[in-house]
T-cell receptor, first 111, second 113 residues
Framework: DAKTTQPNSMESNEEEPVHLPCNHS???????IHWYRQLPSQGPEYVIH???SNVNNRMASLAIAEDRKSSTLILHRATLRDAAVYYC????????????FGQGTRLTINP | GAVVSQHPSWVICKSGTSVKIECRSL??????MFWYRQFPKQSLMLMAT?????????EQGVEKDKFLINHASLTLSTLTVTSAHPEDSSFYIC?????????FGPGTRLTVT
């Protein structure tokens, strides 16, 4: 499986944008970039995914580098409820491929 | 959106007993489900892939005789921790999904005393 590298922790202030980086230099052409987050004492939840183009949804935006070797999850206006561990994962879109979690980035939001 | 439920949400059991955890996909059919465990301050570790109507596939290092998985229907997978010991105390999470995304259950916190 292609590996991703994320900072262990990041800190931001409420109502400010947050940029969470992910490096995936060995990504293959068929790998989609997925982001999940896990709030304390809960199961992970899906945030966003993309292949080549930048993606937006109601939760976040995903900016993908042109060479696809890195990506950035953008929370446009962080709230206290966004404090969580964010995981960047590469996987195929189709099929029952297992989802393997790395260490993720623990995001702290200051009021 | 699609929902995955788990039952129970927490359980305390005595060492040597067995505990069954249920994972249900509430509004979709899941031929494949995944079981994870998570220790405090650590990431999720995939334990096994549960396949409806066939044997589960276990990750390396996971004892299949200790963690019994049954996927008897398209909406239910169960994980039984047999002869539980304190080191099995953990947060167990199941997952299911289809194209594009996975849905995760809320987790089951197991404490073995």
């Amino acid at each position: 499986d292609a590996k991703t590298t994320q900072p262990n922790s990041m800190e931001s202030n409420e109502e400010e944008p947050v940029h969470l980086p992910c490096n995936h230099s060995t990504i293959s052409g068929t790998d989609y970039i997925h982001w999940y987050r896990q709030l304390p004492s809960q199961g992970p939840e899906y945030v966003i995914h993309g292949l080549t183009s930048n993606v937006n949804n109601r939760m976040a935006s995903l900016a993908i580098a042109e060479d696809r070797k890195s990506s950035t999850l953008i929370l446009h206006r962080a709230t206290l409820r966004d404090a969580a561990v964010y995981y960047c994962i590469l996987r195929l879109l189709q099929g029952a491929q297992k989802l393997v979690f790395g260490q993720g980035t623990r995001l702290t939001i200051n009021p | 959106g699609a929902v995955v439920s788990q039952h129970p949400s927490w359980v305390i059991c005595k060492s040597g007993t067995s505990v069954k955890i249920e994972c249900r996909s509430l509004d979709f059919q899941a031929t494949t489900m995944f079981w994870y465990r998570q220790f405090p301050k650590q990431s999720l570790m995939l334990m096994a892939t549960s396949n409806e109507g066939s044997k589960a596939t276990y990750e390396q290092g996971v004892e299949k005789d200790k963690f019994l998985i049954n996927h008897a229907s398209l909406t239910l997978s169960t994980l039984t921790v047999t002869s539980a010991h304190p080191e099995d105390s953990s947060f167990y999470i199941c997952s299911a999904g289809f194209v594009g995304r996975r849905y995760f259950g809320p987790g089951t916190r197991l404490t073995v005393t």
